[in-house]
C-alpha cells in the first residue's frame, strides 16, 4: 500500500510540474484557428465534440482538469456557474487573469488539487467536464466515484478518453519509447529523467462504458476524434492533415472507428 501510494503521488507531483510549465502556452500552441498539423487540429476538433455533447447545459458545472479555462468563457455564455478544478496552480492562475471579474463575484469558483479535496456537498453539481484528465488518474475507480458523487440525479458527465487500440496509441506505446532509447544510445547518454515513469491510461470504449456504469453513470452519446498517423505525420504532415480532416467530415464507419485515437462521450447519473 506504501509503494503504491508514493507511486500515485510521484505521478501527481510530474503531472502538476508539467502543466505548470506548460500553462502559459497552453492555449496559444493547441487551441488555434491556424493550426499546422493533426496535434493542433485535434484539439480544435475535440473542443467541438465536447461543446456538442454538453448541448444547452446550465446551473452549476464542475470543470475537472480545467487547465487555464479552456471551457470557461463557454459555459459563462450559457449561463452557468463553475468551479475550474485543477492540480497545477499556474493553470488556475491563467483562469484567475483571463476571468477575473466572473472570478471575483463567484461565478467562477477555483480549486488547485484533485476533487477529493474538494469543499463541495455530495449531488451538488448539474454536469461535469472531464477532458484530457483520464490519461493520468492513478485510482480510476476512487475519482470516478467521487466525480459521480457530486453530480445531482439526472445530471450529466462530459468525459473525454484515449483508445487503447489506435495507430497513435501503439507508436506512443512501443514506437516511441524504442526510438527515445536508441537516440539516447546514440548520443551516448542515458535516457533523460524528465520521462514519465507511468503509463497513460488508455480504454476499450465498451470497457470504459462498463467502468462508468459501475458508478452509475450510462453511456447517452458519444464522438470519436484524433486521427492521427504518427508515422505519415513525421514525413507528410499536410497529408496527414488532409486525411484527419476527410476523416472528420465521414465520421463514421468501420474505417474511422479502427484509426480514431480519442473519444468523448456523455453519461447520465
Not at 463557454?74 to 463553475?82: E, Q, S, Y
Not at 439526472?154 to 473525454?160: L, N, T
Not at 524528465?194 to 462498463?210: G, M, S, V
Amino acid at each position: 500500500m506504501g509503494t503504491q501510494m508514493s507511486s500515485s503521488s510521484n505521478q501527481t507531483e510530474q503531472i502538476r510540474e508539467f502543466f505548470d510549465q506548460d500553462s502559459a502556452r497552453y492555449l496559444p500552441t493547441r487551441y488555434t484557428s491556424e493550426y499546422r498539423d493533426c496535434h493542433q487540429y485535434s484539439y480544435i476538433v475535440r473542443r467541438t465534440r465536447v461543446l456538442d455533447l454538453l448541448g444547452q447545459v446550465g446551473g452549476r458545472v464542475l470543470d475537472v482538469g480545467c487547465g487555464p479555462g479552456v471551457f470557461t468563457r463557454d459555459l459563462l455564455d450559457r449561463g452557468c456557474r463553475i468551479v475550474a478544478c485543477d492540480i497545477s496552480q499556474m493553470m488556475i492562475e491563467q483562469v484567475r487573469t483571463r476571468f477575473p471579474h466572473e472570478v471575483e463575484t463567484g461565478v467562477v469558483q477555483c480549486h488547485v488539487g484533485e476533487i477529493h479535496g474538494m469543499d463541495a456537498e455530495p449531488e451538488s453539481f448539474d454536469a461535469a467536464i472531464c477532458i484530457g484528465v483520464m490519461a493520468y488518474i492513478a485510482d480510476e475507480d476512487h475519482f470516478l466515484r467521487k466525480l459521480a458523487s457530486l453530480l445531482k440525479p439526472g445530471g450529466y458527465a462530459v468525459i473525454q478518453y484515449s483508445k487503447k487500440r489506435s495507430p497513435k496509441a501503439l507508436h506512443e506505446q512501443y514506437v516511441y519509447p524504442l526510438l527515445t532509447r536508441l537516440k539516447c544510445l546514440v548520443a551516448g547518454h542515458r535516457q533523460s529523467s524528465a520521462n514519465w515513469d507511468f503509463t497513460l491510461r488508455r480504454y476499450h470504449p465498451k470497457q470504459f462504458n462498463a467502468v462508468m456504469a459501475s458508478h452509475g453513470l450510462q453511456i447517452e452519446d458519444s464522438a470519436q476524434f484524433d486521427y492521427t498517423l504518427p508515422l505519415l505525420s513525421s514525413v507528410a504532415t499536410r497529408a496527414n492533415l488532409w486525411f484527419a480532416e476527410s476523416m472528420e467530415r465521414g465520421r463514421r464507419g468501420i474505417l474511422t472507428s479502427l484509426l480514431a485515437g480519442d473519444y468523448v462521450a456523455r453519461y447520465r447519473k
